[in-house]
């Protein structure tokens, strides 16, 4: 069974700061992976995921995600972060079986100061 | 579009009433999801429909029911609730092999549930 840890439970970074969310995961195969993002009260964003081909992959709002096989993680970045990023991260990750064994990471809560 | 919808949005009922949520999508999904989600906590599987048949079902409680009438709706059917059951209750779907993009999971805004 797969499973996801993010290590950080809550993140602060200035508004202009670059960011990064930390994401590794557990699962014998090449998994899929995704970043969703969560505003308060909301339902979850698809912010980008990878299948398989170029390990960096671009998502919306300006998101980026490297997958590192050999660190079994799926960081996400964003090189410079706006007020309305504030809001909560979540990495999952799907088994290739037709993706119902989707197991979500714990959440990190990014706030960001003005 | 990529575009799950629920109604209704939010919901207050009593342990003795009976309601239903309702989701849809018309994205020729044909897998369908309802996760449960408590504050500050990731949210938690509870059922999946894959082609119309319920093929998981996480252990959930029996007063919460599941129906999926067709390939675009997924009800939640919710009778004697307990107040710990108060939670934003989101439904997801997605495509199956074969569809392309498998395993991607667009979800809806959820319906927040408050039981008194």
């Known amino acids: 069974a797969q499973s996801v840890t993010q290590p950080d439970i809550h993140i602060t970074v200035s508004e202009g700061a670059s960011l990064e969310l930390r994401c590794n995961y557990s699962y014998g195969a090449t998994p899929y992976l995704f970043w969703y993002v969560q505003s308060p009260g909301q339902g979850l964003q698809l912010l980008l995921k990878y299948f398989s081909g170029d390990t960096l992959v671009q998502g919306i709002k300006g998101f980026e995600a490297e997958f590192k096989r050999s660190q079994s993680s799926f960081n996400l970045r964003k090189p410079s972060v706006h007020w309305s990023d504030a809001a909560e991260y979540f990495c999952?990750?799907?088994?290739?079986?037709?993706?119902?064994?989707?197991?979500f990471g714990p959440g990190t809560r990014l706030s960001v100061l003005p | 579009d990529t575009e799950v919808t629920q109604t209704p949005k939010h919901l207050v009922m009593g342990m003795t009433n009976k309601k239903s949520l309702k989701c849809e999508q018309h994205?020729?999904?044909?897998?369908m999801y309802w996760y449960k989600q408590k504050a500050k906590k990731p949210p938690e599987l509870m059922f999946v429909y894959s082609y119309e048949k319920l093929s998981i079902n996480e252990s959930v409680p029996s007063r919460f029911s599941p129906e999926c009438p067709n390939s675009s709706l997924l009800n939640l059917h919710l009778h004697a609730l307990q107040p710990e059951d108060s939670a934003l209750y989101l439904c997801a779907s997605s495509p199956l092999t074969g569809q392309g993009a498998e395993g991607t999971q667009y979800f809806g805004p959820g319906t927040r549930l408050l039981v008194l």
């Open positions: 994205m020729g999904h044909r897998a």
């Open positions: 999952a990750v799907g088994a290739r079986n037709y993706g119902q064994n989707f197991v």
